[in-house]
């Protein structure tokens, strides 16, 4: 028997819809890539989207194309993410740094018939444009008076919907239509296309509005750092407008200062980001002497939270929220929200379980898998590889023919992980950057956090390098704090007395500058490149073993270390490598 209900899709128009008549004018501000800034009402919003949508008709735009953007967090990428998808067509944002020859791939591979992009990115939109097979006209994101001289003849964004009429009959249409399409970041290969559908958007919305989880609403301003052109800014765009927060947009102003002037003279309550901004945002505010008067939270994401965020943070009042998720899971899977009572504990007692990476969101089922596919328990001990699915996870990558999914139906997320009765799951690291060494397995996102915490370190990777006995052992790698010199033995034995015997790097260097990617997470297949050649010191000739486990007891004592620890997919001591709490 089937229920006796409307089968009234879900659709992207209907946030819209809700938001200007529930709160049409609450406000969205941005920060505009031709400086100054844009403030219009939520009602305001609509009428441009409604002109927006008018024009893309008229320029050709049917059910099913996909239309390219290429844009900073603003009112016209917002503009276009609705009218887009509401139409019937197919947003697909494009991450400007995937680099040209990533960017030209995924525009074809898409199959983009119209591509739109901020003055910013007129340079990289020029260079591509002979090499865009599909793309028939572009418009680029500004007013006749900001743009650029341009081969390609684009118009112009305020000339294309001026004059068009402020409202719009949305259409309906089969729930399930693609709304969206986001490539994977292509570090492991070339990038993949991941298609949404409004359902999949209008189910994440719900649950990125809950109180568990982003909990954004009328009371808060809201701004979210992490890029509109990728994974839709963590659906931001959509919930904040479901329940009703102030939006404010940075544009390209994403260093320290940018941000602190732009959250003060705006009131922000919650932001959202990658760590790499945060740790930008914090080193500008003390070096510069400031705080923050109203920022309430911050979710961090897209990499693991550090020990040095969350104090940084707290020390200026401001509670710092972990969530996790992926491009392919639209994006958000997990987030690590306060239980009744967690303020109230020492900040040392409760820093471990705030650096897991949470809970499932609703309608998220996760479950652990050994190498070799047994179903794993989730005993807070047991590590295994971590699979999800759900309303809102990928079933497929656009237009690809290899497998993604498992024979039984879940997705592999690539990732080492540990999920414990409650729920709780914490992230031991990606299976990829995962270190064997004595037919053990280490996790590096303990030894980079530990390091995180030197006060003279602002980035940190962990690779694995060669070892004769051991295959391999870690290679610590970090990013000095400006005008420092830190002393390499010192930042090692600073992070050997809170890790595991076995996790003790063997070496530390350092770099100029650790390469980030396109969605600001380290480059490990760059610094394995980098490091390809690198000789542990106990090998070079006139060298030395690391003073940890140089003398003979050391040695002894890292042997049965391995002894007593087990790889991915065993019940391991709580003690061993992939242990998220820091032992001291």
Same mark, same amino acid.
């Given at each position: 028997?089937?229920?006796?209900?409307?089968?009234?899709?879900?659709?992207?128009?209907?946030?819209?819809?809700?938001?200007?008549?529930?709160?049409?004018?609450?406000?969205?501000?941005?920060?505009?890539?031709?400086?100054?800034?844009?403030?219009?009402?939520?009602?305001?919003?609509?009428?441009?989207?409604?002109?927006?949508?008018?024009?893309?008709?008229?320029?050709?735009?049917?059910?099913?194309?996909?239309?390219?953007?290429?844009?900073?967090?603003?009112?016209?990428?917002?503009?276009?993410?609705?009218?887009?998808?509401?139409?019937?067509?197919?947003?697909?944002?494009?991450?400007?740094?995937?680099?040209?020859?990533?960017?030209?791939?995924?525009?074809?591979?898409?199959?983009?018939?119209?591509?739109?992009?901020?003055?910013?990115?007129?340079?990289?939109?020029?260079?591509?444009?002979?090499?865009?097979?599909?793309?028939?006209?572009?418009?680029?994101?500004?007013? @006749?008076?900001?743009? &650029?001289?341009?081969?390609?003849?684009? +118009?112009?964004?305020?000339? $294309? =919907?001026?004059? /068009?009429?402020? %409202?719009?009959?949305?259409?309906?249409?089969?729930?399930?239509?693609?709304?969206?399409?986001?490539?994977?970041?292509?570090?492991?290969?070339?990038?993949?296309?991941?298609?949404?559908?409004?359902?999949?958007?209008?189910?994440?919305?719900?649950?990125?509005?809950?109180?568990?989880?982003?909990?954004?609403?009328?009371?808060?301003?809201?701004?979210?750092?992490?890029?509109?052109?990728?994974?839709?800014?963590?659906?931001?765009?959509?919930?904040?407008?479901?329940?009703?927060? @102030?939006?404010?947009? &940075?544009?390209?102003?994403?260093?320290? +200062?940018?941000?602190?002037? $732009? =959250?003060?003279? /705006?009131?922000? %309550?919650?932001?959202?980001?990658?760590?790499?901004?945060?740790?930008?945002?914090?080193?500008?505010?003390?070096?510069?002497?400031?705080?923050?008067?109203?920022?309430?939270?911050?979710?961090?994401?897209?990499?693991?939270?550090?020990?040095?965020?969350?104090?940084?943070?707290?020390?200026?009042?401001?509670?710092?929220?972990?969530?996790?998720?992926?491009?392919?899971?639209?994006?958000?899977?997990?987030?690590?929200?306060?239980?009744?009572?967690?303020?109230?504990?020492?900040?040392?007692?409760?820093? &471990?379980?705030?650096?897991?990476?949470?809970?499932?969101?609703?309608?998220?089922?996760?479950?652990?898998?050994?190498?070799?596919?047994?179903?794993?328990?989730?005993?807070?001990?047991?590590?295994?590889?971590?699979?999800?699915?759900?309303?809102?996870?990928?079933?497929?990558?656009?237009?690809?023919?290899?497998?993604?999914?498992?024979?039984?139906?879940?997705?592999?997320?690539?990732?080492?992980?540990?999920?414990?009765?409650?729920?709780?799951?914490?992230?031991?690291?990606?299976?990829?950057?995962?270190?064997?060494?004595?037919?053990?397995?280490?996790?590096?996102?303990?030894?980079?956090?530990?390091?995180?915490?030197?006060?003279?370190?602002?980035?940190?990777?962990?690779?694995?390098?060669?070892?004769?006995?051991?295959?391999?052992?870690?290679?610590?790698?970090?990013?000095?704090?400006?005008?420092?010199?830190?002393?390499?033995?010192?930042?090692?034995?600073?992070?050997?007395?809170?890790?595991?015997?076995?996790?003790?790097?063997?070496?530390?260097?350092?770099?100029?500058?650790?390469?980030?990617?396109?969605?600001?997470?380290?480059?490990?297949?760059?610094?394995?490149?980098?490091?390809?050649?690198?000789?542990?010191?106990?090998?070079?000739?006139?060298?030395?073993?690391?003073?940890?486990?140089?003398?003979?007891?050391?040695?002894?004592?890292?042997?049965?270390?391995?002894?007593?620890?087990?790889?991915?997919?065993?019940?391991?001591?709580?003690?061993?490598?992939?242990?998220?709490?820091?032992?001291?």
């Amino acid at each position: 028997m089937q229920g006796l209900m409307m089968d009234t899709p879900l659709l992207i128009s209907g946030i819209l819809k809700h938001a200007v008549r529930t709160f049409a004018d609450q406000e969205i501000v941005t920060s505009l890539v031709e400086g100054g800034k844009h403030r219009y009402t939520y009602k305001q919003a609509e009428e441009r989207i409604c002109q927006l949508a008018h024009a893309l008709q008229k320029m050709g735009v049917k059910m099913g194309d996909r239309v390219g953007v290429i844009g900073w967090n603003t009112h016209r990428q917002l503009e276009l993410y609705y009218a887009i998808s509401s139409i019937g067509a197919v947003c697909h944002t494009i991450n400007p740094r995937l680099g040209p020859e990533n960017a030209g791939f995924v525009i074809n591979h898409a199959g983009d018939k119209f591509m739109f992009y901020d003055i910013t990115f007129a340079p990289l939109v020029e260079a591509l444009g002979p090499h865009l097979k599909t793309v028939e006209k572009y418009v680029v994101m500004t007013d @006749k008076d900001h743009a &650029p001289e341009s081969k390609l003849n684009p +118009e112009t964004y305020e000339e $294309l =919907i001026a004059g /068009e009429e402020k %409202t719009f009959d949305w259409p309906l249409f089969d729930e399930n239509t693609a709304s969206g399409m986001c490539y994977t970041s292509g570090t492991t290969g070339q990038p993949k296309g991941v298609l949404y559908s409004h359902r999949s958007t209008v189910i994440q919305t719900f649950v990125t509005s809950l109180a568990t989880s982003f909990g954004a609403d009328h009371t808060d301003t809201i701004l979210p750092v992490v890029p509109m052109f990728h994974v839709n800014a963590w659906n931001v765009p959509y919930s904040a407008l479901m329940g009703g927060a @102030k939006l404010v947009l &940075p544009g390209p102003g994403m260093d320290g +200062e940018s941000l602190h002037t $732009l =959250i003060e003279e /705006e009131g922000v %309550t919650y932001s959202l980001g990658v760590p790499t901004i945060w740790l930008g945002l914090l080193g500008y505010v003390n070096a510069a002497g400031k705080t923050f008067s109203t920022m309430k939270y911050t979710l961090v994401g897209g990499a693991a939270l550090s020990e040095k965020i969350v104090k940084g943070y707290e020390a200026h009042g401001v509670r710092v929220r972990q969530g996790w998720g992926m491009t392919e899971m639209s994006p958000t899977g997990t987030v690590n929200f306060e239980e009744k009572g967690f303020y109230d504990q020492p900040q040392e007692e409760r820093l &471990p379980k705030q650096l897991k990476q949470g809970k499932a969101l609703p309608f998220v089922e996760m479950r652990l898998v050994s190498d070799e596919g047994r179903i794993l328990p989730h005993d807070g001990e047991t590590s295994g590889h971590l699979q999800v699915r759900g309303p809102s996870i990928l079933s497929a990558y656009y237009n690809y023919e290899g497998d993604t999914l498992t024979p039984d139906g879940w997705f592999d997320t690539g990732d080492v992980a540990v999920i414990d009765p409650e729920g709780m799951m914490s992230i031991t690291d990606r299976a990829k950057d995962v270190i064997k060494s004595g037919g053990e397995w280490i996790s590096t996102i303990d030894i980079e956090n530990a390091a995180l915490s030197h006060p003279e370190v602002v980035n940190a990777a962990v690779i694995g390098i060669a070892h004769p006995k051991w295959d391999e052992r870690p290679l610590l790698i970090c990013q000095p704090a400006p005008d420092t010199t830190p002393d390499a033995e010192e930042v090692r034995q600073f992070v050997c007395k809170q890790v595991p015997k076995i996790s003790c790097p063997d070496a530390v260097e350092f770099v100029k500058e650790i390469p980030i990617g396109a969605t600001g997470k380290v480059l490990k297949t760059r610094l394995r490149e980098m490091f390809k050649d690198y000789v542990l010191p106990e090998f070079r000739e006139g060298g030395s073993a690391p003073a940890e486990t140089s003398s003979s007891n050391d040695a002894k004592e890292l042997e049965m270390t391995r002894k007593t620890n087990t790889k991915p997919g065993s019940t391991r001591p709580q003690s061993g490598p992939f242990s998220f709490f820091r032992r001291k």
